[in-house]
């Protein structure tokens, strides 16, 4: 019985280019490593996660909810960042890398979140 919650989905260019910034030109610590395109949550396909006790988020990955967490996200097709040490981190990103291609975002400048969308969901049905 684990009760995780989504802690962070879709972001505007401008939010995560300020999530960018956290422990580089603005106080905090560095907490992504993309700025705003080359980053699924502005293109609508990422979300974050975490396990909570009491309302309370637990970001310690050495919990024993992560590894449960993960392992489901994965087996329900979602990439994990568990590989670049992201373990709140998971994509639904089909076919394409863990960074946006210069594909996907021509999509979304040409067609918004739909055409990323569409495109996700056939690449993953293919």
């Given at each position: 019985n684990i009760t995780i919650e989504i802690t962070q989905g879709l972001r505007t260019v401008a939010e995560q280019?300020?999530?960018?910034?956290?422990g580089r030109t603005s106080p905090g610590?560095?907490?992504?490593h993309a700025q705003a395109m080359e980053s699924w949550h502005v293109l609508?396909?990422?979300i974050d996660v975490a396990p909570f006790n009491n309302s309370i988020p637990d970001w310690d990955s050495r919990h024993p909810a992560?590894?449960?967490i993960v392992?489901?996200?994965?087996?329900?097709?979602?990439v994990s960042g568990i590989s670049w040490k992201d373990e709140p981190h998971f994509e639904l990103t089909g076919k394409y890398p863990s960074d946006p291609t210069q594909e996907v975002q021509d999509l979304f400048t040409s067609g918004?979140?739909?055409?990323v969308w569409a495109a996700v969901v056939q690449s993953d049905n293919a």
């Open positions: 280019n300020a999530v960018y910034a956290e610590r560095i907490v992504t609508g396909c990422a992560w590894a449960r392992a489901v996200g994965e087996s329900l097709g979602l918004g979140l739909p055409a």
